[in-house]
């Protein structure tokens, strides 16, 4: 049997997809990539939230920069922590995290 692999979309296309759902739905979405890092939006009461997160480890420094790019976060964004990564708690294990917060435009 073989197995073939399906091609992700860009990481871009992917972030703009999951918060077009986050918008749409008032839901919080989130996945976990494939090499670990943990993506996840917020979208509500004039708000957007975009957060990074990795199991462990803390999250790179290039990667904060590449996820950041990719998902559009605005110059204004306020980020969580201001300086280094927060630890959180999830069923007993540490995930290291990230989160940039700002306004919603009234597209959202």
Request: glycine share 6%; charged share 30%.
């Amino acid at each position: 049997m073989t197995t073939t692999k399906r091609k992700s979309p860009p990481l871009p296309q992917l972030l703009a997809e999951l918060r077009a759902s986050a918008a749409r739905t008032r839901d919080d979405r989130s996945l976990v990539l494939s090499h670990g890092a943990r993506v996840a939006w917020r979208v509500r009461d004039g708000r957007v939230v975009f957060a990074v997160s990795r199991k462990g480890v803390r999250v790179g420094d290039r990667e904060l920069i590449i996820f950041k790019a990719a998902a559009g976060v605005p110059a204004e964004a306020v980020r969580l922590p201001a300086d280094g990564q927060m630890p959180v708690e999830v069923e007993g294990a540490c995930w290291w995290r990230v989160c940039w917060r700002w306004e919603a435009s009234d597209a959202e």
